[in-house]
T-cell receptor
Framework: QQPVQSPQAVILREGEDAVINCSSSKALYSVHWYRQKHGEAPVFLMILLKGGEQKGHEKISASFNEKKQQSSLYLTASQLSYSGTYFCGTEGSSNTGKLIFGQGTTLQVKP | KAGVTQTPRYLIKTRGQQVTLSCSPISGHRSVSWYQQTPGQGLQFLFEYFSETQRNKGNFPGRFSGRQFSNSRSEMNVSTLELGDSALYLC???????????FGPGTRLTVL
């Protein structure tokens, strides 16, 4: 089952914060976050394993709530370079190693 | 280390034709996955190859097929093209046992 991302799109001003959610109907082993800039390939941001850990990457961090089968990506003090489409990829509890990606959230940061 | 490469980058075909896309993974990566990306649909998993064997398959019709060679390079073939096959086809490679995918730049296929 494809995870559901929300919102589908968000527009920010530089310096504002944003949260992108990723929800699955199945038990998850891990959640991966990728960012794709227009015309480019998706680039890996971070991976979260079950256990409720939170990770950070510059001013981008994420959490993983195993019980809720949900992950959230937090973008703090957004910069123009954050613009792009963010995808979550989920790996089921059977740990097959394959990711199922959400439909993506388009983030646009304006000056 | 060179990244994942895909050829060609752009392709225009007409309905009914067939097409073959190529992917060279990062050196040492033996797993190659293919994804179809269309607006609003995100990344739809097509199939994964590992050591020349298809290991996982998504929900796509039999017109979509692939193979992997002994050097881990992979090809994807789409036969009897339909307008709806127009998409960006992304290839990704990963290390054995690791789920982090490294994506190539993609092949933009347009079916007229």
């Amino acid at each position: 089952q494809q995870p559901v991302q929300s919102p589908q799109a968000v527009i920010l001003r530089e310096g504002e914060d944003a949260v992108i959610n990723c929800s699955s109907s199945k038990a998850l082993y891990s959640v991966h976050w990728y960012r794709q800039k227009h015309g480019e390939a998706p680039v890996f941001l971070m991976i979260l394993l079950k256990g409720g850990e939170q990770k950070g990457h510059e001013k981008i961090s994420a959490s993983f709530n195993e019980k809720k089968q949900q992950s959230s990506l937090y973008l703090t003090a957004s910069q123009l370079s954050y613009s792009g489409t963010y995808f979550c990829g989920t790996e089921g509890s059977s740990n097959t190693g394959k990711l199922i990606f959400g439909q993506g959230t388009t983030l646009q940061v304006k000056p | 280390k060179a990244g994942v490469t895909q050829t060609p980058r752009y392709l225009i075909k007409t309905r009914g034709q067939q097409v073959t896309l190529s992917c060279s993974p990062i050196s040492g990566h033996r797993s190659v996955s293919w994804y179809q990306q269309t607006p609003g649909q995100g990344l739809q998993f097509l199939f994964e190859y590992f050591s020349e064997t298809q290991r996982n398959k998504g929900n796509f019709p039999g017109r979509f097929s692939g193979r992997q060679f002994s050097n881990s390079r992979s090809e994807m073939n789409v036969s009897t093209l339909e307008l709806g096959d127009s998409a960006l086809y992304l290839c990704a490679s990963s290390l054995e046992g690791m789920s982090e995918e490294f994506f190539g730049p993609g092949t933009r296929l347009t079916v007229l």
